[in-house]
């Protein structure tokens, strides 16, 4: 079978566009009246991966992974974050979410389905890829357990059950599944000067791009000149949580987002320049405690959160635009509301790629770039929080195994408690009496209380003798630590016998 069973990178599917479609053929008789019909038992998907970049680094990603499918060639898995388990999106699965079949006292191997039903209607979709280890199967109301009561196929989504189920008895199950895609192109066209298009690489069920446009429908509306539209937000932080806001009197669904009316969100005319300035585009909202919370905020919770923006017609969500995807900028906060600056793809490309002609390493400890392991034993240590002076000093009675100084100019990350997620640079690392200080450059803007959990991450000072002695790395020093000194120009000639400009160690 041509299927490659991984998952597209679900960093990159997460903000793509892109959900069911169903093919309708449709006839209008001489007599006004319409016969409708369709030659497709179930929905297709398609989707465009092309928006979920955000750095050249994701570009590279993306290519590794179509390489590895040789196009269109092999087909592989794709998390739709709009429609990717049995419940509802903020509800856990359970293995009561849907009824996939009736025992007969005979069967014993069942397909999973996903019910979607409206009114007195409904439609039953096959789950062909599920989730290893998320599914949870009941017979009669009563849970089975996975290797016990059941086996699951998670190449084709057979559950195969250990006895067959009474007559008439309720087979349910919850599951976390994906949809079996391939690319629709042989190609890709992704460079440093297409970026602020996504790099576009379209990826679909079934093949045919996915590229969003105006909808006839929608074009319609908007020359009538009376229009019923209005804006809406999904602003997606850093962890995963996502926020949907919007300036219509009524909360709106789509995408299986709600976008909340009523949290004071509005925005100044998009105005985006073709060139690389931030343009004067902005965000403006009230601060709440059911929107957003000014803790979070000062907690930097929202820093370079991604935002979207859409045109849409509120009286049918399905006709919409996508106006703006970037990033916040600068925020500034006063009287209980908030102000960000909104920074589009472009904004990117302003940032410097390439190596700096110095001593000191360009590279980040643990990055690409660097490629030190931090998981190697003895660079990183957990904690729980002690004594914890204005979210900046930390007391320790110890650290066993690690030197004074060792994590000095590391980090340190919260991993527990209200500042989970959230992380600081160390300032200095030094032994007192009775115990073990750490110091931030900047304090944690979130509470930190005792028992939180931490990990310390050892520091680098970018020396050329800190990365061989230290950690061992050398072959991968990104910086140059033989330019000579500022007095190299006066110096007296050399008396050494080798004078070939060849290494100095």
């Not at 856990?92 to 209607?121: C, H």
């Amino acid at each position: 079978m041509q299927f490659h069973e991984v998952r597209f990178p679900a960093s990159l599917s997460f903000g793509a566009l892109g959900g069911p479609e169903r093919c309708t053929d449709v006839v209008t008789l001489a007599n006004g009246y319409e016969e409708r019909n369709t030659p497709w038992a179930h929905s297709r998907r398609r989707y465009d991966a092309g928006l979920g970049l955000r750095s050249l680094d994701d570009i590279e990603t993306l290519i590794a992974f179509f390489e590895a499918r040789r196009g269109q060639m092999f087909g592989f898995r794709w998390k739709d974050w709009a429609d990717y388990k049995s419940a509802a999106p903020s509800v856990p699965v359970a293995y009561t979410d849907q009824v996939i079949a009736t025992g007969d006292g005979d069967t014993v191997a069942f397909q999973l389905v996903k019910n979607y039903r409206s009114g007195e209607q409904s439609y039953a979709r096959p789950i062909t890829k599920p989730v290893l280890g998320t599914a949870r199967i009941g017979v009669e109301g009563a849970e089975m357990h996975e290797g016990v009561h059941f086996d699951i196929d998670t190449a084709t989504g057979i559950v195969t059950l250990a006895e067959p189920p009474n007559a008439g008895a309720d087979v349910t199950a919850g599951f976390e599944f994906d949809v079996p895609v391939r690319f629709d192109t042989d190609h890709i066209h992704a460079n440093v000067a297409s970026f602020q298009a996504g790099g576009r690489a379209r990826c679909a069920g079934a093949g045919g791009a996915c590229l969003m446009k105006l909808s006839a429908d929608f074009q319609a509306h908007l020359e009538t000149g009376v229009t019923t539209l209005c804006r809406c937000w999904m602003l997606t932080r850093a962890d995963g949580v996502a926020h949907g806001f919007t300036d219509h009197d009524c909360d709106l669904v789509f995408d299986g987002m709600m976008f909340k009316a009523g949290t004071g969100m509005s925005a100044s005319a998009l105005e985006q320049a073709t060139g690389l300035s931030v343009g004067n585009t902005e965000a403006m909202g009230a601060l709440s405690d059911a929107a957003l919370r000014e803790a979070d905020i000062e907690a930097g919770r929202f820093d370079n959160a991604r935002l979207r923006c859409w045109l849409v017609n509120w009286a049918d969500p399905a006709q919409r635009a996508l106006q703006f995807s970037g990033s916040l900028g600068d925020l500034t906060r006063s009287g209980g509301a908030f102000r960000a600056e909104l920074r589009g793809l472009t904004d990117l490309l302003n940032q410097p790629f390439g190596r700096v002609y110095q001593k000191p390493c360009a590279a980040v400890l643990g990055d690409g770039a660097c490629g030190f392991d931090l998981t190697t034993p003895g660079y990183v240590a957990e904690a729980t929080a002690q004594e914890v002076e204005e979210g900046r000093v930390f007391r320790f009675d110890a650290l066993p195994g690690f030197a004074a100084g060792w994590f000095t100019r590391g980090r340190l990350d919260v991993t527990g408690g209200a500042a989970k997620g959230l992380s600081g640079l160390i300032k200095r690392d030094h032994s007192e009496v009775g115990g073990r200080v750490i110091e931030l450059w900047a304090p944690i803007r979130a509470g930190i209380a005792t028992g939180d959990g931490l990990r310390l991450v050892a520091g680098c000072d970018k020396r050329f003798e800190t990365c061989r002695l230290k950690f061992d790395n050398a072959l991968n020093f990104r910086g140059f630590p033989d330019i000579p000194e500022d007095d190299w120009t006066t110096a007296h000639p050399a008396t050494a016998s080798v004078t070939d400009g060849g290494s100095r160690r």
